[in-house]
């Protein structure tokens, strides 16, 4: 419709929305359905944190703030940054946003100009390559297979810099793989990135926090700090604090990149909700001990699905190291058919097939650019991963 902005057309709809849709719709005609597609944790938002939001509202913490945060939280943010990073950080370095997903919205429209060149591993979240569109700039990836752990390697990353290259994107643990970059392997990628001083790191922490074993999780500013003066480190609240709904994210860096994202916010969204801001403060400064239980209950039901996917003839599951979702591939079972001839022609039929046939909700591979895989999110209940992983593996099994 030409009524539309153009720049529309640059832009994908979500290819997730098809899958989603069918989910609810089957759920709303009485079957019963297992949704393994949330990327949030089934657990509420901490007791202390939920109290100083609700001391926020009775306390008249309900006017605008500043655009970019109210003086208290960036304090909290540099503390956490300093804490847990080793990372120096002054308040005007900090910015606050309406989720991790408006503070990277508003650092690529603050930096990128047509014919700039963003690049990404793949698969990626899904986000990353259409917020790189609407800002105007051009998503090149980088493709981490299967056989690297879903890790691109130093070479790779060499040869996708350009003179036009203005951000590195990275993020790990990663959604949607689970994989998490050692500190040997940041290493690795942070001193390519030393050789091209015009590349600037855009870094996505936002599963910091969700990190298994004896995973060490670290951030390029920290491993490299040759580069703090061309790193954006975002974080946010919503993953471990199981916060997803307040829509609270941040980010530090040079100053006057944290100047330009916060023209953009003022003339956008103004702060984000001040209730959740004061939430978000006690999320930062209380206490974390609810985060080793939590991580423990995730990795054992981490354990528990890539031990029945790998049981599986025709997928393979790597161990990831964080975040909360498994990628398996399915490319033994691309090829085959259903018991109701279904062909499982890609990631996109079999999740289809899947739901239709087993109620069991997936996010196909091709939605974050690679095939043929799908996800899970096993941020769900022991049980009902239990039933989802049995019928997967009956689903699989049926297929010939
Ligand atoms: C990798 C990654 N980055 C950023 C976000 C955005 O998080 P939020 O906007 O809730 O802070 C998400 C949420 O799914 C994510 O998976």
Redesign the pocket.
């Known amino acids: 419709m030409s009524f539309l902005s153009k720049t529309l057309d640059r832009v994908k709809p979500s290819p997730t929305i098809a899958v989603s849709n069918l989910a609810m719709e089957l759920k709303a005609q009485g079957r019963d359905i297992i949704s393994l597609g949330a ?2 944790p089934d657990f509420d938002t901490p007791e202390h944190i939920r109290a100083a939001g609700i001391a926020a509202i009775n306390a008249g913490k309900t006017r605008y703030t500043a655009v970019d945060g109210i003086p208290e939280l960036k304090q909290a943010i540099c503390a956490k940054f300093k804490r847990d990073n080793g990372l120096d950080y002054a308040p005007g370095q900090v910015s606050v946003g ?5 503070v ?1 919205y508003n650092a690529l429209m603050a930096t990128l100009n047509p014919g700039d060149e963003v690049v990404i591993p793949a698969p990626y ?1 899904v ?1 990353y390559p259409d917020m790189v569109l609407l800002a105007g700039g051009t998503p090149v990836f980088i493709e981490a297979t299967l056989e690297n752990a879903f890790k691109i390697t130093p070479d790779q990353l060499e040869a996708a810099i350009t003179p036009a290259t203005k951000w590195f994107l990275f ?1 790990s643990p ?2 949607p793989t689970g994989a998490g970059y050692s500190r040997d392997e940041l290493k690795a990628l942070t001193d390519v990135l030393m050789r091209h001083p015009h590349v600037w790191v855009l870094t ?1 922490d ?2 910091e926090h969700l990190a298994y074993d004896d995973f060490k999780f670290c951030t390029p500013a920290q491993v490299e700090p040759g580069l703090y003066d061309r790193t954006l480190t ?1 974080n ?4 471990a604090y199981a916060m ?1 709904g307040w ?3 941040y980010a530090a860096g040079p100053k006057p990149l944290i100047d330009a994202m916060r023209k953009i916010q003022s003339q956008s969204t103004s702060n984000p909700c001040t209730i959740s801001q004061w939430a978000a403060v006690e999320a930062l400064n209380g206490t974390h001990d609810f985060i080793a239980p939590n991580n423990a209950m995730f990795a054992r039901r981490r354990d528990l699905v890539v031990k029945a996917l790998n049981a599986i003839d025709g997928v393979t599951c790597p161990v990831p190291e964080g ?1 909360f979702y498994v990628y398996p591939s399915i490319a033994g079972l691309i090829g085959k058919t259903t018991p109701a001839g279904t062909l499982i022609a890609d990631d996109e039929t079999f999740a289809r097939a899947l739901l239709e046939d087993t109620g069991v909700a997936v996010v196909f591979g091709a939605a974050f650019g690679l095939s043929p895989n799908f996800r899970i999110s096993y941020a769900t209940s022991d049980t009902a991963l239990a039933e989802a992983c049995d019928r997967i593996q009956r689903f699989c099994a049926a297929l010939a």
């Open positions: 990327g949030e309406t989720g991790g997903k408006q990277l979240w986000s993020n990663s959604n996505d936002m599963y975002v946010g609240v919503s993953k997803t829509r609270i994210g975040a």
